[in-house]
């Protein structure tokens, strides 16, 4: 079965740093894009940043030049670079990724997958 599981969340001072993690476990061929979304109490869930299997990379405004999305396919591991953090950025952060699986019968089957977050908190 397979699963993206978000670690790294906590509570982090103004101007301090953390590396958000998602591990994507199973039988996992390629991961093809991926994303880390947030959603902070009382609204909407919001796109923080992408990745795209030819390297390409886009970001909110909001975070730009202060998060970086990588990707380590020897791990299967999507990452999230957070510095500057400011209060602003407080919420769950989830990540989710179009992924190519194995299943049992050899089919190689294409699907979207979510995880189910981790929280981040600035303190001012």
């Known amino acids: 079965q397979v699963q993206l599981v978000e670690s790294g969340g906590g509570l982090v001072q103004s101007g301090g740093s953390l590396r958000l993690s998602c591990a994507a476990s199973?039988?996992?061929?390629?991961?093809?894009?991926a994303t880390w979304h947030r959603q902070a109490p009382g609204k909407q869930r919001e796109l923080v940043a992408g990745?795209?299997?030819?390297?390409?990379?886009n970001y909110a405004d909001s975070v730009e030049g202060r998060f970086t999305i990588s990707l380590d396919n020897a791990k299967n591991t999507i990452y999230l670079q957070m510095d500057s953090l400011i209060p602003e950025d407080t919420a769950v952060y989830y990540c989710?990724?179009?992924?190519?699986?194995?299943?049992?019968?050899?089919?190689?089957?294409?699907?979207?997958?979510w995880g189910r977050g981790t929280q981040v908190t600035v303190s001012s």
């Open positions: 989710s990724a179009d992924l190519t699986t194995v299943q049992p019968t050899g089919i190689h089957v294409r699907a979207d997958f």
């Open positions: 199973g039988n996992i061929f390629s991961i093809n894009r």
């Open positions: 990745f795209a299997s030819g390297g390409t990379t």
